[in-house]
């Protein structure tokens, strides 16, 4: 056992790694949320000052405080942005390699992006590397890395310190072996830990020994405000999109979803789903989404409501799946051991115990009839057997009773003294990281023992991947589907999630290939990919679906479901005549024709073929115009998974939004500026809107046009 070292500062850590690695410093952080800034930041200004010190970093996900921006926008930001990410230091290296002066001592490797973020950095675009989230792992060992860094949370547990690796377990765990052979072979390596207790502790695979760490950081100096990402609001389009896609989970089933708005719109979903059952079945009947495409959700759907329950397995715990524990639709418990969960999915056995538990157990070998040693503490581990009982010399004994241990002659003492009621050790969800609302993060803090230890945040390779205890993956992802969100889908079925096609790099790959590939590899599984029909860009609408486009992420030949806004394409499995027909039955109509003409012109459709008549009004009028009546209800609220923002900045914005559009157009300014030269009163009921952007008292000319453009938005909104 190893007493790691102890540091109250982050000066003295990154000396210790200093004095321990030396001038070569290759360091591997784990992606989002789970990297210790304040120890980052210190390391790499020391990099900065020294220029014989040579700094890699091997991370993804480096997260910002987004700008605020400038003029109204940054008066309506900066304080919310400040009231949401509080404390929370930023990384020095994402600010100077986004400000081009990184130093050339100082190499920064990602892996994953924030969309779009990175696309106009050329360092970040030159060092990126591109890889499966499985492998990542295998990559940065590949460069040599020599200290992995790991923000932690710790509690203390009958005078004993416990520390978890909560948020992000995902590729230390993976790490960890193959690190304890590189120092058992003489290499230098350190792996740290820095606590800030403002992390949900976790627990499961999640907790780690302190022995495991060479140095831990503990001051509550570096206890920052977590970073905490807003949800953004869901639009109508996320909205059907999430709609048509929540038909697609099959009850008992297995779940896997995304950060952002499209993971919202899951959720809500399913929640109305399972809530409101006959408003949901109402709303897909009026919207006309089982005429078209009932056979496609039958078969791989439903819309029932989730008698089962769902299990969760995907690589980030958004907290979509949290409102999903909370409303009893995540709730499907796994088990870590084959024969347990062969016999659950056999419906042989179920998660109440009896004595037929144990028969079913024996009957398949699990056990022995005589139980032994390791049998009483595998059915002790998994609930069967009483925690208390304890075998001696071929004898069970529990609070004065005895029996024999051969079940076949103490079968009525065994089921009278020996069993519990339930079974334990099941796991509802298994997620390799975590990132969200501060909302969430109180959430897991708050969560019942019974509820956090039914979630298990484990490593990245047992979550995205199926090598590696593979029979037990198997049986637990029943009836799986992997939901992702792609930019472009393609005629012909491939898709573009990560880059564009002259190479730069939008995002990455991360899991999204894992868990496509998974699922044409397990046998009831289905990869679900959404997009939005279309894309603004430079003032024009563009189509999301294209003929083709010189970079792809999913290859064609796993093509399985597309969801758009306007509904769902089953292209697994299918020629390529009736790809194309499916991906041009949810395209914007907009782009219909151009879209059949190229693949007409390719030789991919007949001549004479013609869209069918119910798929050619796909347009954002008609969605608009048939959920309206919805949201009259209450229904497709804007925030399903909540807001950080107050009601007052959610009308500040809505204005805020439509006056940008409103001032590209000279006419309306010069009428708003004659109007702000006569000074009118506002009414008392927009004064507190006025003054969250600091337009009651305006002074320039340019705050009096935005105080009376304001002012007509607000007679709108307050209406």
């Known amino acids: 056992m190893t007493i790691p070292i102890h540091h109250s500062s982050v000066e003295k850590c990154v000396d210790h790694i200093i004095e321990t690695i030396g001038k070569d410093i290759r360091i591997g952080l784990p992606l989002g949320l789970g990297k210790p800034p304040e120890l980052i930041n ?269 299990y969760g397995n995907s690589e980030m715990f958004v907290d979509g799946f949290y409102f999903l524990i909370k409303s009893n639709i995540l709730r499907r418990k796994v088990y870590d051991n084959e024969a347990i969960q062969r016999l659950l999915n056999d419906g042989i056995i179920s998660e109440s115990v009896s004595i037929n538990t144990l028969d079913a157990l024996i009957d398949c070998g699990a056990i022995q009839p005589v139980l032994t040693d390791s049998d009483v503490r595998l059915l002790q581990h998994f609930g069967v057997l009483k925690a208390e009982l304890t075998l001696e010399n071929g004898t069970l004994h529990i609070n004065g009773t005895t029996c024999s241990a051969d079940t076949r002659q103490s079968r009525q003492a065994i089921a009278e003294h020996c069993l519990r009621s339930t079974l334990k050790q099941g796991r509802i969800m298994h997620g390799g990281f975590f990132l969200g609302p501060r909302a969430f993060y109180d959430g897991l803090k708050n969560l019942g023992e019974d509820t956090l230890s039914a979630i298990n945040m484990t490593n990245i390779s047992y979550v995205n991947q199926l090598y590696g205890d593979e029979n037990l993956k198997r049986l637990q992802r029943t009836k799986a589907r992997f939901i992702n969100t792609v930019f472009l889908a393609h005629g012909l079925g491939a898709a573009t999630s990560d880059g564009l096609e002259n190479g730069k790099v939008v995002s990455g790959v991360g899991g999204q290939y894992n868990f496509v590939a998974q699922a044409h590899e397990l046998d009831d599984a289905r990869s679900i990919l959404m997009l939005k029909s279309t894309r603004e860009k430079d003032g024009h609408t563009q189509s999301n679906i294209v003929w083709n486009y010189g970079h792809i992420t999913i290859p064609r030949h796993l093509r399985d479901i597309y969801v758009t806004e306007y509904g769902i394409a089953d292209v697994r499995g299918k020629c390529d005549k009736d790809v194309v027909a499916a991906m041009l039955n949810i395209a914007d109509s907009r782009f219909q024709p151009e879209l059949m003409a190229k693949a007409k012109q390719a030789g991919k459709l007949p001549k004479g073929y013609q869209i069918p008549e119910q798929f050619r009004n796909n347009t954002p009028e008609a969605l608009e115009a048939a959920l309206t009546p919805y949201r009259a209800k209450g229904m497709f609220p804007a925030f399903p998974c909540g807001t950080d923002f107050t009601t007052e900045e959610l009308v500040v914005a809505r204005c805020l939004k439509s006056m940008k559009a409103k001032t590209e157009s000279k006419s309306t300014l010069i009428k708003a500026m004659i109007r702000a030269l006569q000074n009118p009163t506002a009414p008392a009921q927009f004064t507190p809107y006025l003054e969250r952007v600091q337009l009651d008292q305006p002074t320039s000319m340019e705050d009096k046009i935005a105080r009376v453009l304001m002012m007509d938005e607000l007679k709108t909104v307050l209406s």
Request: glycine share 8%; net charge negative.
């Open 42 to 310: 210190e390391l790499y200004r020391r990099a900065k000052a020294d220029q014989t010190l040579k700094l890699t970093i091997a991370t993804a996900l480096s997260l910002e405080v987004p700008d605020p921006g400038k003029g109204l926008q940054k008066r309506f930001l900066g304080p919310f942005l400040q009231r949401v990410f509080g404390n929370y230091p930023g990384l020095d290296y994402t600010r100077e390699l986004r400000a081009g002066t990184v130093p050339d001592n100082i190499e920064i490797h990602e892996f994953f992006f924030k969309s779009g973020s990175m696309l106009g950095v050329d360092q970040a675009q030159q060092n990126y590397i591109s890889t499966n989230y499985t492998h990542s792992v295998r990559d940065l060992l590949a460069l040599g890395v020599n200290v992995v860094a790991q923000m932690l949370s710790h509690r203390i547990v009958d005078g004993k310190d416990q520390f978890s690796m909560s948020c992000n377990p995902e590729t230390t765990r993976d790490l960890l072996p193959e690190l304890m052979k590189r120092k058992q072979a003489g290499e230098p390596v350190l792996l740290i830990g820095q606590v800030n207790e403002n992390l949900p502790f976790m627990v499961n695979d999640a907790i780690i020994e302190e022995d495991m760490f060479d140095v831990v950081v503990n001051n509550k100096e570096y206890y920052s405000d977590l970073f905490a990402p807003p949800n953004m609001p869901v639009s109508t389009v996320d909205h059907m999109i999430g709609l048509h896609a929540s038909a697609l989970i099959a009850d008992g089933g297995t779940l896997q979803i995304g950060i952002g708005s499209l993971g919202d719109a899951i959720v809500y979903g399913c929640e109305l789903r399972q809530q409101q059952n006959e408003a949901y079945n109402a709303v897909l009947k009026d919207m006309n989404v089982m005429h078209k495409f009932g056979d496609i959700i039958n078969q791989v759907g439903g819309t029932d409501t989730f008698e089962k329950g769902l």
